[in-house]
């Protein structure tokens, strides 16, 4: 079958479907995307490029939608399967084709992944039932991930009894990585993975090579596109993009770490590398690697939803009870803004990132920055799609940093993501 990562080359036909009797033509090329010209924002926009095999996955615009919610009863609180299916068809109506998942996300865990594959089935139904000869025929490009737990790397990072050897070490991360990804990619019901990343670093610096090996090999044998990464420091990001590629000859299409107006830790940490001390939007734009921007909206703190009294259920209360307060200036800031630009506060706080994304890459690149917020229905889907089309000036880029910069709170990270001088890190 053809490598192609169109969404429908990874799906089976099952009997009886609507796909059934379609073309094989048909059935490659993807989810069809019915647009009628002029009624779009995202038609200025310049495609993003993740590296990878085939000559990579084409976004055709900088900007995803993340998953982590789909599935989800402990964290995000329940949203609907059909909730969910409306957000990913208002997303492919203004573009946005990638879909980042994981296979820690939902409850149980797994859940998300599953969704991410039954909708995807579904919506390219859809679209391919009502899509006219003409209609533009872009992927549904679908991310996930593998998460380097501690008893599944146990063979390295927690050998303190020295029980396997250094092969027998390595050999053990390799059958995890693999087993996830197959695991994965029947969940999704796909026949390969456009990114498949790493969710977090391992415990000790060196620890990751196995793992890395092991998503090399993965590549090679087609079984995904593009390798990524996520939480990644700017020492380790470097370290990782240099093995892959000396080593194993595998560019590093992306590295998936938390970027918002709340958390500019890309723009202002440098590497602590004694030779060199660029940040990661410095070391990204020189190496051609992506950034995949998580929680861009500060987990809904930047769309002005919530307020004092008027707080998210379950996890998230006590965190936005303890910032919501803190974050009025910067709110302040992008209701100007928003009112001026006739866009959702959300679009402001995404369209930062982009903007500053592009703003490190310089000249006529793309942006480096690709946000991915969340979505659990078609009107969330549709104010993220407002950062589409326009770029903030730098008058407002400054205005929005001085306002960020009063306020005094801050999303939390792992810790492993920071930058540090110990032990490789």
């Not at 993340?66 to 989800?72: I, R």
């Not at 240099?242 to 970027?259: F, I, M």
């Not at 008058?395 to 001085?402: G, N, S």
Request: glycine share 8%.
């Amino acid at each position: 079958m053809d490598s192609k990562l169109a969404f429908l080359v990874k799906l089976p036909v099952l009997p009886g479907s609507s796909l059934a009797g379609a073309p094989r033509s048909a059935r490659s090329l993807g989810l069809c995307l019915t647009t009628r010209s002029g009624d779009v924002a995202y038609a200025a926009e310049k495609p993003v490029l993740l590296a990878g095999r085939n000559g990579g996955v084409q976004l055709r615009v900088p900007l995803g939608l993340g998953a982590w919610s789909f599935g989800d009863r402990f964290y995000w609180g329940s949203s609907s399967e059909e909730d969910n299916t409306d957000a990913v068809r208002e997303s492919l109506r203004n573009g946005v084709t990638l879909i980042d998942t994981a296979e820690v996300y939902g409850t149980p865990p797994g859940r998300s992944e599953q969704l991410v594959g039954r909708i995807g089935r579904q919506v390219t139904e859809e679209v391919l039932a009502n899509a006219g000869p003409d209609s533009p025929l872009p992927e549904i490009n679908v991310a996930t991930k593998y998460a380097p737990f501690p008893w599944r790397t146990a063979g390295l990072s927690l050998n303190l009894l020295g029980w396997l050897s250094r092969p027998q070490r390595r050999e053990t991360v390799r059958r995890s990585v693999l087993g996830a990804l197959r695991a994965s990619m029947r969940r999704l019901g796909l026949e390969n993975i456009d990114l498949y990343q790493q969710h977090w670093p391992a415990f000790v610096g060196e620890n990751d090579e196995p793992i890395w090996d092991a998503l090399a090999e993965a590549y090679h044998e087609g079984l995904i596109r593009c390798v990524g990464v996520s939480n990644f420091s700017p020492s380790r990001l470097l370290k990782c993009d240099t093995y892959l590629r000396q080593v194993h000859e595998v560019p590093l299409a992306s590295n998936q770490v938390q970027w918002s107006l709340l958390h500019r830790d890309p723009e202002t940490v440098r590497c602590l590398d004694a030779t060199d001390d660029r940040t990661l939007c410095e070391i990204c734009a020189d190496r051609g690697i992506q950034i995949l921007a998580y929680s861009p909206l500060a987990q809904g703190l930047l769309t002005g939803r919530y307020r004092k009294g008027r707080l998210p259920s379950g996890v998230r209360k006590r965190l936005a009870a303890s910032l919501v307060e803190r974050v009025d200036v910067l709110l302040s800031e992008m209701e100007r803004i928003a009112a001026k630009r006739q866009v959702s506060l959300a679009a402001v706080a995404l369209n930062y990132v982009i903007t500053a994304g592009e703003m490190r890459a310089a000249g006529e690149k793309p942006t480096i920055a690709i946000p991915i917020p969340g979505a659990k229905n078609a009107w969330q889907a549709q104010q993220n799609a407002q950062a589409l089309g326009w770029r903030l000036d730098l008058d407002e880029m400054t205005k929005l940093r001085r306002a960020a910069d009063q306020v005094d709170a801050k999303l939390p990270s792992i810790p492993l993501a920071r930058e540090s001088n110990r032990r490789g890190l």
